[in-house]
């Protein structure tokens, strides 16, 4: 079978194939990933989920491209690039990948519309072209109004949603989000889960990593690792 198509005859976003990572801490040797498959589409709506310790975060970490195997391949937008260098996973992480973490990691001292276009910065773009983009992804997020404000000046939910902004800047084909919600209270956390419902409707693809199974319900898939393997998968969902 070609590596560019799968069964259905469709090219998947991402294609990952008996993906294996040893860490090795002085003498002792762990399998935080033994053999992975899986394969995502565009447009899909997937939650991993797992315990503590269980690989979960090592997967994110190899999606996202921080991270490379010792075995198996990674295929992306049909490149195959579990074999690629550092620079060039840079380069690709910053187009392919964006990334929204619990945290936020947002600059304090920078207003919400200078927070957004960093990433943009980081890739070489005019400042005409930042603006423009970093307004559009405040708008897609519904804070054009707070453009001008800083982080300190704004609730954790806009926080987030500066965040999402941040991650949507540069139009990534993956929108990799690890525990969104985790330091949001359960009402602005559900309002942030109605925004990437609102994403994905739109064509984001979205992937989730999370422990929390109200956060997962909303996805359209969900992923289970145990032990550094898939436990189960509720299958890949036909669009």
Do not use: C
Not at 121 to 146: M, N, P, T
Not at 225 to 234: E, P, Q, R, V, Y
Request: glycine residues 8%; without cysteine; proline residues 3%.
């Amino acid at each position: 079978m070609d590596q560019q198509t799968d069964q259905s005859g469709q090219k998947p976003l991402i294609r990952i194939e008996n993906l294996g990572r040893t860490y090795r801490l002085g003498e002792t040797t762990i399998d935080a990933l033994r053999s992975v498959d899986l394969t995502v589409q565009v447009n899909e709506y997937l939650a991993i989920m797992g315990p503590s310790g269980s690989g979960k975060t090592t997967l994110m970490n190899m999606i996202g491209l921080l991270d490379t195997p010792d075995r198996g391949e990674y295929w992306l937008n049909g490149e195959l690039v579990s074999e690629l260098g550092d620079s060039r996973l840079a380069k690709l992480r910053n187009r392919e990948i964006g990334f929204v973490f619990q945290t936020f990691n947002l600059l304090n001292r920078a207003n919400a519309l200078h927070n957004v276009e960093m990433p943009l910065i980081y890739a070489g773009f005019g400042r005409k072209e930042r603006l423009s983009r970093a307004d559009h992804a405040l708008e897609q997020v519904g804070l054009a109004d707070r453009a001008k404000h800083r982080p300190v000046e704004m609730s954790g939910g806009q926080r987030q949603r500066v965040a999402i902004a941040r991650a949507l800047v540069t139009q990534p084909s993956i929108l990799l989000a690890d525990e969104p919600t985790g330091n949001l209270d359960s009402a602005t956390g559900a309002d942030i889960m109605s925004l990437f419902d609102q994403l994905q409707k739109a064509g984001q693809t979205i992937i989730l990593v999370t422990h929390e199974a109200s956060v997962a319900a909303h996805a359209d898939r969900e992923v289970h690792i145990l032990d550094g393997t898939i436990a189960s998968d509720t299958g890949a969902v036909v669009h």
